[in-house]
Nanobody, 120 residues
């Protein structure tokens, strides 16, 4: 059974930083590309960062140079370091494995996500 557990969100002022974590179980973690998705109110879920099994990374233009994705295969954990946060980054953040050919998420159900709110 796939389980994805996200944590690390919170309320932060514009310009601040947060580090999100996601622990995955029930999947062959080290062989999967992993990604961070986010969903803002009234918007579709979007992929913001992905990391392959060999640690190649890819970012959405909106977060490039501000967010960094990384992984620890020994802990089945993927991280998202978010710097220079802006109000438009406010969303619920989720992790999932990523199908690289389509950039679509691989597994359901999704985890509960972690809320990130950027506000002064």
């Amino acid at each position: 059974q796939v389980q994805l557990v996200e944590s690390g969100g919170g309320l932060v002022q514009p310009g601040g930083s947060l580090r999100l974590s996601c622990v995955a179980s029930g999947i062959a973690f080290r062989f999967n590309a992993m990604g961070w998705y986010r969903q803002a109110p009234g918007k579709q879920r979007e992929l913001v960062a992905a990391i392959t099994d060999v640690r190649s990374t890819n970012y959405a233009d909106s977060v490039k140079d501000r967010f960094t994705i990384s992984r620890d295969n020994a802990k089945n954990t993927v991280y998202l370091q978010m710097n220079s946060l802006q109000p438009e980054d406010t969303a619920v953040y989720y992790c999932n494995a990523v199908h690289l050919a389509t950039m679509k998420p691989l597994f359901t159900p999704w985890g509960q996500g972690t809320q990130v709110t950027v506000s002064s």
